[in-house]
């Protein structure tokens, strides 16, 4: 039996609803067409502390030209004030979940995120601030995963300018596979490393084509 035949059966056992059901005509399944994947692969590389682990996620966000800051609770506020006025931003975008406690100390005018914002109206906005689902130390990856405090995809990928808030440890793991047993497949996910970014055939770097120009990301300590 061919591969594409031990395809094509499997096809017709799921859309049949019958897992247990032949691989043809009279035949009683292809010998172990059916065996357990294995998952004994390594789902982080390396033994690391969790300070190690943070460490090199911060690592590896700056080697991706991501802007890092860290702060605790208590100078959250006054950080994105003065990362937004270093920046000149007249607005910003609002995830409807964002603590109100985080811009309490910004000038710039709420944009709030809402599904009649068109993306005409959101490239008219200066920057935009969230949180995250979970960050990837090794790969050096912000995860979104549409949460209130979040917000939309497209609010996150229009302004140029985009401040994220990672929560550490506790939004922080070492590896992909790891960052996977987190997340719903089901939701809309958005994987960051680094400010949006493509090359030509000359390889000529050119920043903000699909997404923010500008990524900084806050390592939010004792929240």
């Known amino acids: 039996?061919?591969?594409?035949?031990?395809?094509?059966?499997?096809?017709?056992?799921?859309?049949?609803?019958?897992p247990g059901a032949s691989d043809?005509?009279?035949?009683?399944?292809?010998?172990?067409?059916?065996?357990?994947?294995?998952?004994s692969y390594l789902t982080e590389h390396g033994a690391r502390?969790?300070?190690?682990?943070v460490e090199l996620l911060?690592?590896?966000?700056?080697?991706?030209?991501?802007?890092?800051?860290r702060s605790?609770?208590?100078g959250l506020a006054e950080l994105l004030a003065r990362l937004l006025a270093v920046r000149g931003a007249r607005s910003v975008v609002v995830p409807p979940g964002l603590d109100a406690s985080w811009l309490k100390a910004a000038d710039p005018v709420r944009v709030h995120d809402r599904?009649?914002?068109?993306?005409?109206?959101?490239?008219?906005v200066d920057s935009v601030v969230t949180g995250?689902?979970?960050?990837?130390?090794?790969?050096?990856?912000?995860?979104?995963?549409?949460?209130?405090?979040?917000?939309?995809?497209?609010?996150?990928?229009?302004?140029?300018?985009?401040?994220?808030?990672?929560r550490v440890p506790d939004q922080v793991v070492s590896s992909v596979p790891?960052?996977?047993?987190?997340?719903?497949?089901v939701r809309p996910l958005t994987w960051i490393s680094g400010p949006s970014a493509t090359s030509d055939i000359e390889l000529d770097r050119v920043e903000g084509v699909h997404g923010p120009r500008t990524l900084e990301v806050v390592l939010l300590s004792g929240a």
């Open 178 to 185: 790891q960052a996977l047993q987190r997340l719903d497949p």
């Open 72 to 74: 605790d609770a208590d």
């Open 132 to 166: 995250c689902a979970v960050a990837v130390a090794e790969t050096g990856t912000i995860v979104l995963d549409g949460s209130p405090d979040q917000g939309r995809r497209r609010s996150t990928l229009v302004p140029d300018h985009h401040i994220c808030v990672v």
């Open 1 to 18: 039996m061919s591969s594409r035949d031990v395809i094509l059966n499997r096809i017709r056992r799921a859309l049949n609803g019958s």
């Open 115 to 124: 599904a009649e914002l068109t993306p005409q109206q959101l490239d008219e």
């Open 49 to 53: 502390s969790t300070e190690e682990t």
């Open 58 to 69: 911060a690592e590896n966000l700056a080697d991706y030209r991501a802007i890092v800051h």
């Open 24 to 39: 043809g005509p009279g035949g009683s399944g292809a010998p172990g067409a059916e065996e357990p994947v294995d998952r």
